[in-house]
């Protein structure tokens, strides 16, 4: 009976001592369940389409924020291939810092007063949301890289321009002439997105 006494006893010292080396090996490495750069990067791409889809973003701060992104890939790359493809642990901070940065800014642009109608009943103004809802299919399917998302949306930001500002000029009317311009440039973004999407880019 002592014995076994003796012997509970020191299992749960040991079990004591032992704890300390598992919260090291954890803390050390940061967090075991810490997303990686990759995973960050896929994260934020989600919480845009995300914003694009629900009408949170416009077109400008989607672009802007895609531009953004574009621009954290490119270095990242860029790290990975002065590195043998991989990132040391000063770029990993650096790139998290500049993701950080980016996080902030995407929460904030989805909370301002900017937004994008999602139930518009002009025809003019269904085509653009059809637009939107495939930009930001591709861009939550990874068939749209952050680049070709920016450029997308930019021009998207232009056309949505040209019609507030052809409506303010008319009494908030379109002409038949102002429509059927409208109406081919939104053709010839509707071939952008498609071709986009299919280019094999990621």
Do not use: C, W
């Amino acid at each position: 009976m002592k014995v076994q006494i003796k012997f509970t006893l020191m299992s749960a010292a040991l079990a004591v001592f032992a704890l300390p080396v598992v919260a090291q090996s954890t803390s050390a490495s940061g967090s075991a369940n810490a997303p990686t750069v990759r995973q960050r990067a896929e994260n934020q791409q989600d919480r845009i389409a995300q914003g694009v889809k629900s009408g949170e973003l416009t077109p400008a701060e989607a672009s802007n924020l895609e531009t953004k992104e574009g621009a954290i890939n490119e270095e990242t790359r860029d790290m990975r291939q002065a590195n043998d493809g991989h990132l040391t642990a000063a770029d990993k901070a650096k790139i998290n810092q500049q993701q950080n940065q980016l996080s902030k800014q995407i929460y904030q642009d989805k909370h301002n007063a900017a937004t994008q109608n999602t139930n518009p009943t002009s025809e003019i103004g269904k085509r653009s949301e059809n637009q939107q809802d495939r930009i930001a299919q591709g861009v939550k399917s990874g068939e749209l890289s952050a680049g070709q998302a920016a450029h997308l949306e930019k021009n998207e930001a232009k056309i949505n321009k040209e019609v507030r500002n052809d409506r303010a000029a008319n009494g908030g009317k379109l002409t038949p002439q102002e429509r059927a311009q409208i109406n081919r440039q939104q053709n010839r973004m509707s071939r952008q997105i498609a071709q986009a999407k299919h280019s094999g880019r990621r």
